[in-house]
């Protein structure tokens, strides 16, 4: 069963605290990406990646980093947690193509509570 | 840029079918999807229209499409409690490109017995 498996389902960080959000997937998928998912604003593209070491900054990047060392695995930091980043983190990835559907196949998601 | 627009809420008694309605703005749309997130879960692909299709039907799902109105619907016949859910309105601004998907606000389904 293929799968996006990441790494934290719950985290609870203070102010200030660096955070690390681990994705890996394992279908030899091409891009990942990194969302925030928040009531009544639906999915915010924060970070992409379509190969190793190359990232792209999405609609929210302020505030978080990205690093792909590996095809499989894309982390998301948060340098210095702040409250407003409380949020749910989802990461995806889909296979690059010429053409055709860009579909995505999602983590289960990481709910962070910063205090 | 682009946008997508759904309501946020729909109720619906178990056994009646659910539409769930979306707008989209970008005229370049090649594809729009439909996804579900059941509750604790990341979103889970139900199905998607190339835009040269009006319709789409995958047992209980169909989906319509009207470019000209850049309107899109997703109907759930005999809507059960298990498909009580969020579901997520998608598109791709063009075909082919990494930088992927714009998401509505999700609909949130709850179906009553």
């Known amino acids: 069963d293929v799968k996006v498996t990441q790494s934290s389902r719950y985290l609870v960080k203070r102010t200030g605290e660096k955070v690390f959000l681990e994705c890996v997937q394992d279908m030899d998928h091409e891009n990942m990406f990194w969302y925030r998912q928040d009531p009544g604003l639906g999915l915010r593209l924060i970070y992409f990646s379509y190969d190793v070491k190359m990232k792209e900054k999405g609609d929210i990047p302020e505030g978080y980093s990205v690093s792909r060392e590996k095809k499989e695995r894309f982390s998301l930091i948060l340098e210095s947690a702040s409250t407003n980043q409380t949020s749910m983190y989802l990461c995806?990835?889909?296979?690059?193509?010429?053409?055709?559907?860009?579909?995505?196949?999602f983590g289960a998601g990481s709910r962070l509570t910063v205090l | 840029g682009e946008d997508v627009e759904q309501s946020l809420f729909l109720s619906v008694r178990e056994g009646d079918s659910s539409v769930i309605n979306c707008t989209y703005t970008?005229?370049?749309?090649?594809?729009l999807y439909w996804y579900k997130q059941e509750p604790g879960a990341g979103l889970q692909l139900l199905t998607y229209?190339?835009?040269?299709?009006d319709m789409k039907q995958d047992q209980r799902l169909t989906v319509l499409l009207n470019k000209k109105d850049k309107h899109l619907s997703l109907r759930i016949a005999d809507t059960q409690t298990g498909d009580s859910a969020i579901y997520f309105c998608?598109?791709?601004?063009?075909?082919?490109?990494?930088?992927?998907?714009?998401f509505g606000s999700g609909t949130q389904l709850t179906v009553l017995p």
């Open positions: 998608a598109e791709s601004p063009r075909s082919g490109s990494a930088r992927q998907l714009t």
């Open positions: 970008d005229s370049s749309s090649t594809y």
């Open positions: 229209i190339f835009s040269n299709m």
């Open positions: 995806a990835s889909s296979r690059a193509g010429a053409s055709g559907a860009n579909v995505l196949t």
